[in-house]
């Protein structure tokens, strides 16, 4: 049952791959509420994925880019503009890849190749996104434009990788475009820091299993699934938020503000129930 908070919004969601996305559940809600949007992935993952379905469920057109590529994301905006009948009133990014964790490669003994196309394609498509949004002109003042990221950008959690700095150059090309967007076009930038979720690129992470049971006994409210994440986005493109911009918004249960919680220091504790505490360093 949806309340119309995006009623008459046009949109771009980038970044849906299969019902375990985050971009898939937003899109699902952001169709419950109102609006209308285009969606796109890679040309293999709009030819062979499971968004198609998504498509034809939200009525969306499926729009093949490649993220990383300035032409491609002008032939985005320029079909969504064509096909939605105007101007952008919200975009979503939610794209994020690491070889060096596809291919096991610790942090330590990165392959630099690898690290750059993971900064390329997690963070520093998300300034091309917005520059070419603003170049041509395509968001509407008021509109709205997020990008999905994690605490990792500003603390060390274990398998992570390089994934960790391409969220903090994430968050700060928001701050950093958000500023531009908001004085030139009126419009807002913001990163949301999402609990760990078992998306498809989620699961790559080393350890993600014990990383989100960890965060979920750390976290007072417990992990935060994708479909909360999507009706957070949802909130964040509506006209509720229109003063908030450049920040990067915690949604992850209290995880961020915890140093410990009773549920992982009684776990944590179970593991010397058979050793001699005094003697550990």
């Known amino acids: ?60 057109e499926l729009i093949p880019a490649d993220a990383t590529k300035v032409e491609d994301l002008e032939e985005v905006y320029k079909k969504s503009m064509e096909v939605l009948g105007g101007k952008i009133d919200f975009v979503l990014h939610s794209i994020g890849m690491s070889l060096n964790v596809r291919k096991k490669r610790v942090y330590h003994d990165l392959d630099y190749n690898y690290l750059q196309k993971t900064l390329d394609i997690s963070a520093i498509s998300f300034h091309k996104v917005m520059q070419v949004g603003f170049k041509l002109d395509a968001i509407n003042q ?20 390089d994934m960790a700095d391409a969220k903090a150059l994430l968050e700060s090309i928001a701050r950093s475009f958000g500023y531009i967007f908001g004085r030139e076009r009126r419009v807002r930038v913001n990163t949301i820091s999402q609990s760990p979720t078992p998306t498809t690129a989620g699961s790559g992470v080393k350890g993600i299993d014990g990383l989100m049971d960890f965060s979920d006994r750390m976290s007072p409210l417990g992990n935060a699934s994708a479909e909360d994440c999507a009706n957070y986005c949802v909130v964040m493109f509506s006209d509720l938020t229109k003063k908030v911009t450049m920040q990067n918004l915690y949604h992850d249960g209290g995880f961020s503000s915890m140093g410990m919680s009773m549920r992982a220091m009684t776990q944590y504790n179970k593991s010397f129930e058979n050793e001699d505490v005094s003697t550990k360093y």
């Open 1 to 60: 049952m949806g309340y119309n908070l995006l009623k008459g919004k046009k949109g771009i969601i980038f970044g849906a791959l299969n019902d375990k996305s985050i971009a898939w559940k937003v899109a699902e809600k952001a169709y419950e509420e109102g609006a209308e949007f285009t969606l796109s992935n890679t040309p293999v993952a709009c030819r062979m994925g499971e968004v198609i379905e998504l498509s034809k469920k939200c009525n969306a």
């Open 142 to 161: 008021g509109g709205s434009i997020l990008a999905l990221s994690y605490v990792a950008a500003q603390r060390t959690l274990y398998g992570y990788n």
